[in-house]
């Protein structure tokens, strides 16, 4: 049931659309109204590219965006929801061609108009704790999992430098480069200088909608042949229009977008917060294929990011939307269920005669070393007991603990070394302090100190015996500390 109800907000989702789906505007000729993709009847049956999310080579996945399992008719019938079946079956076709053709997909597009090679790995459809993904989501950080098929590089060597985590890449299918031709895109419109589409291009549609421009962007050029753009018209008639726009020498083709129209301000709008501009899309890759250009967008606003193709078919621009997907930000990362009992275990052995009265009920994550893979700070109730931990993967290590009397602090880190200090009292006049060194997620080194009166007294490094002058030396050379936010959350048992 909580499947096919998930299928439904799915296509609702298509429906309203992250950018409001588009309508053909007064006045436009049959040489450029919208095609709706899924009335359209498909003739290269190459699979299409798809687009990669990507953190670093270890997380990248195709994210899924809809349910694995077709959509039942009879339930929707039942539930009086039978309007929106079509749509849901069109979006799963789609997704079921792709899933079918995954590992046909063996090339990732970079820079330049080159290419590494890549493989799908499987598929990920529940979490940790074996709780199924919903599809459609795009999270901030790779730790949190997404429903999708999994791919790798099939040379390690190979690097992806400049792209940063949480990017859509372009991968393609081995019989879709058979047929097609990628072409050079040239970005146009840096964000400090916005280039303006043609006069001749700006008059003519005009003159095909019947409205008054109120702004245009020349975006990109594709090949020696194409360009693309947008056009915005002023409101009219208590609508406004954007066009999608695509030339080819002096044939104009444009895909119109209707927003919303508030009249009472004068405010347009087409994504949240787009300050009542209509944004131009950004284009991964291009081709020249059997039935003419095609390339793939990218259409992002706050917390959604539209994935899909333009087409040129038969004199008609044609938009393919792959998925509106919901992008999540500022993403608290999940302690899954099933490495709760080893951090409890790892925390009793360290100490089994001391910290059996203690139970880790709360956590936070910290990155300590800023490696994007944040180390975890556990505590007890008693908000004085405590353990900190590396997790990288599966992989979930004791880096220390805290005491009633041993607190932890953090410092900056420095060239890649985060450094966590645990001190305090150790008895009468004398402190105990622990420097330990982390570095890619991992204990790297360990500098204890013994002070009584505020004299060095005893002083290791990596277990072993460390001279006073080094330690005070190493002491003195260590970054400052930092204060991070503190905020708990509560395991729930």
């Not at 390690?156 to 430098?161: G, P, V, Y």
Request: charged residues 30%; glycine residues 6%.
């Amino acid at each position: 049931m909580k499947k096919y109800f998930f299928d439904v907000i799915c296509v609702l989702a298509v429906m309203v659309g992250c950018t409001n789906k588009a309508q053909t505007a007064g006045g436009a000729d049959t040489d450029s109204l919208a095609v709706d993709s899924v009335m359209e009847e498909v003739r290269d049956t190459a699979p299409k590219p798809m687009f990669l999310y990507y953190f670093d080579p270890d997380h990248m996945q195709v994210v899924y965006w809809t349910d694995a399992q077709k959509p039942d008719r009879e339930w929707y019938e039942k539930n009086d929801m039978l309007q929106y079946y079509d749509a849901a079956r069109r979006k799963w076709e789609q997704f079921d061609a792709y899933r079918r053709n995954a590992a046909g997909y063996t090339q990732l597009l970079i820079d330049g108009g080159k290419s590494v090679a890549i493989r799908s790995i499987g598929e990920q459809l529940k979490n940790p704790d074996g709780e199924d993904i919903y599809p459609g989501e795009l999270h901030s950080r790779p730790t949190i999992p997404a429903a999708g098929m999994n791919y790798a590089l099939v040379d390690l060597k190979d690097s992806l430098r400049n792209h940063h985590y949480g990017q859509f890449h372009i991968i393609v299918h081995e019989a879709y480069m058979k047929t097609h031709k990628q072409l050079a895109t040239k970005f146009e419109s840096p964000f400090d200088v916005e280039k303006p589409l043609p006069k001749e291009v700006i008059k003519q549609l005009e003159e095909q909608y019947g409205m008054k421009t109120q702004r245009s962007e020349l975006t990109y050029t594709i090949g020696d042949r194409y360009t693309y753009g947008v056009l915005q018209f002023k409101p009219k008639d208590k609508k406004v229009i954007a066009l999608e726009v695509v030339t080819d020498g002096d044939k104009v083709y444009s895909y119109p977008v209707e927003g919303q129209y508030d009249e009472s301000d004068n405010n347009s709008t087409w994504n949240v917060d787009d300050g009542g501009e209509y944004f131009s899309s950004g284009i991964g890759a291009a081709f020249e294929g059997p039935e003419g250009l095609e390339f793939t967008y990218e259409h992002r606003a706050p917390e959604s990011a539209t994935v899909g193709m333009f087409l040129l078919r038969d004199g008609k621009l044609v938009r393919e939307e792959y998925e509106c997907y919901h992008q999540l930000i500022d993403e608290s990362r999940p302690l899954w269920k099933k490495d709760i009992a080893t951090l409890r275990k790892l925390y009793l052995e360290e100490d089994a005669h001391e910290n059996k009265n203690y139970k880790l009920t709360k956590y936070r994550w910290i990155d300590i070393d800023d490696d994007m893979n944040e180390e975890l700070w556990m505590r007890d109730a008693d908000d004085k007991h405590g353990a900190l931990f590396t997790v990288k993967g599966d992989d979930i290590k004791l880096i220390g603990v805290e005491t009633d009397k041993l607190h932890a602090s953090f410092l900056q880190s420095h060239q890649g070394t985060g450094y966590l200090r645990i001190a305090g009292s150790a008895g009468g006049p004398a402190m105990f302090t622990q420097i330990y060194e982390i570095r890619q997620s991992q204990l790297v080194h360990r500098f204890t100190a013994l002070e009584v009166y505020g004299e060095l007294d005893e002083c290791t490094f990596d277990g072993k015996p460390f001279a006073k002058d080094r330690a005070q030396s190493y002491l003195k050379a260590l970054p400052v500390t930092r204060d991070p936010y503190l905020y708990w959350a509560q395991i729930q048992e």
